[in-house]
């Protein structure tokens, strides 16, 4: 709409398993927002570009070890050295579409055991997400989707511990959105634009920027 520049734009974060088809959905609705002349980009973490990036995609693709609580720790950092870019992105007007977030921190590496509240911690005072779409898929359907990859975490029996952590952190406070993943690849962008496009209003409107509590 033409009121697209009179406030921040929105923080809309994709979150779900692996081959749940975030990355897809994100091209589509930069695609569809961009046509609708809404400012908008995609973000995703990791950020492997920077130093922080590079030693987590080191550990990723099994080229380096790093305990349970290290590499936690630089995924948050990870999200904590883009920060300030983030606020001032958003108070550009620019809507973001974000591949992943704290959530997938917290899921992943809850999934290994570590204390819940304690993988929580260094998301605090992060920006907050204003819509999460959950793309939920039976871990089984995700892993049928072609062979996982070589990288670290690829594994069904640990996708799905992550499913259950994820399942865990989702609330009603009317951010979260479980989209079924398994339906049409242009049903569930369909439905992420009807859901997003009310809350990229309400941020243009002037909604206040939330921090992660
Ligand atoms: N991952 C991603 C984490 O374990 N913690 C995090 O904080 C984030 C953002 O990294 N299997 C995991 C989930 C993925 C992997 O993500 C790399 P992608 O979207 O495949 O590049």
């Not at 993943?181 to 409107?205: F, N, T």
Request: net charge neutral; aromatic share 8%.
């Amino acid at each position: 709409g033409s009121a697209a520049f009179s406030s921040r734009g929105a923080f809309i974060l994709l979150e779900g398993l692996d081959r749940s088809g975030k990355t897809s959905q994100c091209e589509r609705l930069l695609a569809f927002l961009t046509d609708r002349q809404i400012p908008a980009e995609i973000w995703r973490y990791p950020d492997r570009r920077t130093t922080v990036g590079k030693m987590i995609s080191s550990y990723l693709s099994k080229k380096s070890e790093l305990d349970d609580a290290t590499i936690h720790l630089l995924f948050a950092a990870n999200r904590w050295e883009k920060r300030e870019e983030m606020e001032a992105r958003l108070r550009s007007g620019c809507t973001l579409i974000v591949d992943r977030y704290s959530f997938s921190g917290i899921a992943f590496s809850a999934a290994k055991g570590l204390d819940l509240d304690w993988c929580k911690a260094p998301e605090v005072g992060l920006i907050a997400p204003d819509a999460i779409f959950y793309l939920q898929i039976p871990p089984e359907i995700a892993a049928g989707r072609g062979q996982y990859g070589e990288e670290r975490y690829e594994r069904l029996s640990f996708q799905k511990l992550v499913a259950k952590q994820f399942e865990n952190l989702m609330n009603d406070d009317g951010r979260w959105h479980v989209i079924d993943a398994q339906k049409g690849i242009d049903e569930i962008q369909r439905h992420i634009q009807e859901l997003s496009l009310p809350v990229i209003e309400r941020c243009h409107q002037g909604a206040p920027l939330l921090d992660m509590r």
